[in-house]
């Protein structure tokens, strides 16, 4: 008899699947079908032991895994079966609360706020109390704010109005926030965890009725769990005692917000009677795609080495494309995607495009408008549908067209004090004599409704700016466009700083096409190209698109073709990466690298260009895992020289070398907060030093790269010195904060909720 919950499974997944009772966990590299063996015991569990699906919890990371997970077992168990319980953490969080929060004495419609309303309220609160965001970023306080949650103690204010003190600002802001939330019951992403584990630890009988409904519980892409999410499992799981989770230490990427992959790998010391199931058979990709990436992650010192093997067809060769410019790299991408597409019978659906950071899709966004690929970008905005975007662009199309969409859009923003009544004036006027309302307005200042300082002031502007069309270049036009309309004040005022890189990045490639061009682009002809890119009409009704999402978001995934983007020093791995998690950091953007490779299943192509690198102002060149790779194993496209190999090789060097070790073992150092001390030990493997810190009487680890650790030498501290002690301390305090102000950041956010 066929069966097609259990046939197409191998011995290992056949074992993952039956062992339906204790703690059973799979550890299995990418591709070695461990969510699919996840998803077939889910339906096991269900037609072959009768458990109803409702009893079944299956967490996992994203809302999109969770999305292909749940049409994975309604294939299985049938469309209409109840799959609410496949969802993300935050998505199970939501469910509890919606059912139990009356418990806290919050209404069942309470309110979730995404990042963008956390950011209205402390606008809100930054006017209260007049600061800026010179003093503090919003990404700076929204750290904060995750941060002084952590242990819970805020919750005894919110719900209990108990003890909430605070002198300093950030602690003020913080308040108010909690106010405010508190006011309009409204949850941000890490309350949804928060209040979860408060009414389990608070209310035995509720945690008591969830333990006994949720009979068994799967975790998929464990490596990723944080300590809550982790508590928050162990606690539900505890009655039944059937917890099934699988993981792959190697794609762990999300370390830098708290993930904790020893979980996973010491489950067993926590649960001696576990079964441990081990896969290394790779499904997915080719043998040819599959060799970059064991190639890549053996790099890592950090691991447990576990190869995986393919019986796959040999498939195409790996291309690596470098490109003069980023022109060059997006265009490449786009004539591959429509060879794909036009000879070779993919389809765009099937290609998918990843980059490390969301910037990138900017120019690929461009050629792919250009060359009428159409495309959908997973989780998060198109760039030119930003809001400080289309300012901008609205302001060089009024110049040009006076249109009246781009002048509703600027005259009151930032505010002039010209509301409603001096619209509906000048509307009046303009369909009387017939004109468009800049000239409208040009032509009747002096009428008594019109007659205001801030109409005056526009009309200046834009009659200022119109003369320096022909002499400035457009970058140049966009840079006083911003300072005198009042734009650039308004978003630093805001504090929103992704606004702030938005604006550059537009610049920027303003300036790379003015370079590129040799000669002055008209403003007419560059609108023209960009009223494309705002088109919000484009092809929206075609699920036929390429995907473009960033490697966090692809996790889980796969397409028969991926393209690798933006793969250059600095880049993917991150320099900023490297800087505030050294080693550490390094080995995680390895593994975004690994993750982004065995998304694959057909082709896989990497490409990453020259130029200049607004990011770590450097010229570009390849990324060091570019030559972790021996070139057997792939084909360069795209006129590379040795000159650029030797100079990439070398700075790498350097880096390293600038980074390394400087000290031996008994050396005295001086630290900036601990003082004096002595090299006890060196771990080459993690590259730190233990040192024994004689004041506080304790050891520590240092790393390798820690740049304010000296040799000792007697002195007498003069006040100068003292200063700067003083800033390595608060530099030091920085360095600990192992959170990445990652331009992830959000896109987790935005994708973890269902
Ligand atoms: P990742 O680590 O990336 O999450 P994974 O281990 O979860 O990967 P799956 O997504 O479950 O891997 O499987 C990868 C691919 O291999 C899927 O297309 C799946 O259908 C296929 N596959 C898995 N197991 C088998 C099998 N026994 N026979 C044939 N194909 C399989
Ligand atoms: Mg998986």
């Not at 909690?178 to 006011?183: G, P, S």
């Not at 989780?379 to 067209?401: A, T």
């Not at 590379?640 to 000290?663: D, G, T």
């Amino acid at each position: 008899m066929s069966d097609e919950i259990l046939d197409n499974l191998n011995d290992k997944q056949l074992e993952a699947v039956k062992t339906t009772e204790g703690y059973v966990r799979v550890i299995a590299g990418a591709g070695s079908g461990k969510t699919k063996a996840l998803t077939s015991r889910f339906a096991y569990i269900v037609n072959r032991l009768g458990i109803n699906s409702s009893n079944i919890l299956c967490v996992t990371f994203t809302n999109k895994a969770a999305q292909e997970m749940k049409k994975r077992v309604k294939r299985l168990i049938g469309e209409s079966s109840d799959v609410s319980l496949i969802t993300t953490y935050h998505g199970f969080c939501v469910r509890v609360l919606r059912e139990d929060i009356n418990k806290l004495q919050y209404p069942k419609s309470f309110i979730i706020m995404d990042v963008e309303d956390q950011k209205t309220i402390l606008r809100e609160i930054y006017k209260e109390l007049g600061y800026s965001n010179k003093e503090f970023t919003f990404k700076h306080v929204l750290r904060y704010i995750a941060g002084a949650k952590k242990n819970m103690t805020y919750l005894n204010y919110v719900l209990k109005s108990e003890g909430l003190k605070g002198e300093n600002p950030l602690e003020l802001i913080f308040n108010k926030y909690l106010e405010k939330q508190q006011r309009n019951f409204a949850l941000d992403f890490d309350d949804l965890i928060y209040f979860t584990l408060y009414i389990f630890f608070n209310h035995t009988d509720i945690l008591e009725k969830w333990q006994k409904k949720l009979h068994y519980i799967q975790v998929d892409e464990m490596q990723d769990t944080s300590e809550n999410q982790l508590n928050l499992i162990l606690l539900i799981s505890k009655y039944h005692e059937n917890l099934f989770i699988v993981g792959d230490p190697d794609q762990t990427i999300y370390e830098w917000r708290g993930a904790r992959p020893e979980f996973l790998v010491n489950f067993d010391k926590q649960f001696p009677n576990c079964k441990t199931i081990l896969m290394n058979q790779n499904y997915r990709s080719t043998p040819n795609i599959l060799k970059v990436g064991n190639h890549i992650i053996k790099n890592n010192k950090l691991r447990v080495d576990k190869d995986m093997f393919t019986q796959n067809q040999e498939g195409f060769e790996v291309l690596h494309f470098h490109g003069k410019n980023e022109f060059e790299e997006s265009l490449w991408i786009a004539n591959e995607v429509k060879d794909l597409t036009e000879n070779q019978n993919a389809k765009y659906s099937e290609i998918a495009i990843l980059y490390r950071a969301n910037y990138i899709s900017r120019v690929i966004e461009q050629a792919f408008i250009r060359e009428n690929i159409p495309y959908t970008i997973f989780g998060g905005i198109r760039f030119f549908e930003r809001k400080e975007i289309k300012d901008v662009i609205s302001f060089l199309r009024l110049l040009v067209f006076e249109d009246e969409f781009s002048f509703l859009r600027l005259i009151n923003h930032p505010t002039r004090g010209l509301g409603k009544k001096f619209i509906e004036s000048l509307t009046i006027l303009s369909e009387a004599q017939g004109t468009n309302f800049y000239k409208t307005l040009v032509n009747n200042i002096s009428n008594k409704e019109l007659n205001r300082p801030g109409a005056i002031q526009f009309i200046n502007l834009i009659s200022e700016l119109k003369e320096l069309i022909k002499e400035k270049s457009i970058s140049d036009l966009v840079k006083i466009i911003l300072d005198r309309s009042g734009l650039s004040k308004l978003y630093r005022m805001d504090g929103d700083e992704d606004r702030l890189d938005n604006i550059k990045e537009l610049i920027n490639s303003m300036i790379l096409m003015e370079i590129e061009n040799k000669e002055a682009i008209n403003l007419d002809e560059y609108l023209q190209e960009i009223s494309l890119y705002t088109d919000l009409d484009i092809k929206e009704d075609n699920s036929e698109k390429v995907k473009l999402m960033t490697i966090h978001i692809s996790k889980g995934l796969e397409f028969p073709y991926v393209f690798l983007s933006g793969l250059s020093e600095g880049v993917l791995p991150s320099a900023m990466s490297i800087k505030e998690r050294r080693k550490r950091g390094l080995e995680e953007e390895r593994r975004l690298t690994y993750v982004a490779i065995t998304r694959a299943e057909n082709r896989f192509y990497m490409t990453e260009s020259e130029g200049f690198n607004f990011n770590t102002g450097l010229s570009k060149y390849p990324s060091r895992f570019i030559f972790e790779i021996s070139e057997r194993f792939y084909v360069r496209k795209g006129e590379l020289s040795q000159e650029i190999i030797n100079e990439a090789k070398q700075r790498i060097r350097n880096e390293v070398l600038e980074s390394s070790e400087k000290f031996n073992i008994g050396d005295l150092v001086l630290h900036p907060v601990w003082q004096k001390g002595k090299i006890t030990q060196r771990d080459d493997i993690k590259n730190e030093y233990i040192i024994d810190f004689f004041e506080i009487g304790k050891s520590k680890p240092i790393d390798f790269s820690y740049q304010y650790l000296k040799k000792y030498v007697e002195v007498t501290m003069t006040d100068e010195m003292l200063k700067e002690k003083r800033k390595a301390e608060e530099d030091w305090i920085e360095y600990l904060k192992i959170i990445d102000d990652d331009l992830d950041n959000n896109h987790f956010f935005n994708n973890s909720l269902t």
